[in-house]
């Protein structure tokens, strides 16, 4: 059986998932006593979000029908280099 997802349903569930994730971190933080593992999960944490972010992108523009490939390709070039500018 074929289930149709509407892409703003995927979206969601990625952000819902990510919170999640994030909630759950910030509990084991907050109880761990060591530094490795808050830094193990800090890490873990840096790289869910630029990943969830541009996977939400890239779902969003490829969703869009009137915008050009070469204006998709700006908007994703771009929120990489948000990312890349961030992490510096």
């Not at 997802?5 to 994030?22: C, M, P």
């Not at 109880?31 to 969830?52: F, H």
């Not at 992108?57 to 915008?67: A, C, D, M, P, R």
């Amino acid at each position: 059986m074929l289930i149709l997802v509407k892409k703003s349903t995927i979206v969601a569930f990625f952000r819902l998932i990510t919170g999640t994730v994030e909630i759950i971190c910030a509990a084991l933080i907050y109880r761990s006593r060591s530094p490795k593992t808050i830094l193990k999960l800090s890490a873990l944490l840096g790289v869910l979000g630029p990943l969830v972010l541009l996977g939400s992108l890239i779902i969003g523009v490829t969703s869009l029908k009137e915008i050009s490939p070469l204006k998709a390709v700006a908007l994703i070039i771009g929120a990489l280099l948000i990312i890349l500018g961030s992490s510096v």
